[in-house]
């Protein structure tokens, strides 16, 4: 398959954002983790592409992960310390894997 899992050497949190309120009950946003994964990391090279005719957005990196049902464009992910938000998400073959497209947030 397109996933060995020798290559899935980077650890990933992806996260979600979440309305939650305040103690004065107000709704203020908030991200929480949604899962810790094993990834692998490919350069994506800046490009934009149609993938099953999903529009990817700019994107500088690449990950693979194993098929979750799970992630949207609208989640963001962390590495290394670092933020980065995912402008895509593609299928990989059947539910084998998912391919996320992101950007890294300026420091």
């Given amino acids: 398959g397109v996933l060995r899992s020798g290559r899935l050497d980077r650890r990933i949190t992806l ?11 107000e709704p203020i946003e908030t ?10 990391y490919l350069p994506a090279g800046g490009v934009e592409r149609y993938a099953a005719t999903q529009m990817v957005a700019e994107a500088d990196t690449r990950w693979r992960i ?5 992630v949207t464009p609208v989640d963001r992910l962390s ?13 990989i073959g059947r539910r084998e ?3 996320i497209y992101s950007k890294a947030r300026a420091e």
Avoid at 15 to 25: A, D, F, I, M
Avoid at 66 to 70: G, T
């Fill in 15 to 25: 996260q979600r954002k979440t309305v939650v309120e305040n103690s004065y009950g």
């Fill in 31 to 40: 991200w929480v983790d949604l899962a810790t994964v094993w990834a692998e």
């Fill in 66 to 70: 194993r098929y979750r049902a799970d």
């Fill in 79 to 91: 590495y290394a310390g670092r933020i980065h938000d995912v402008t895509g998400v593609v299928e």
């Fill in 97 to 99: 894997g998912l391919e």
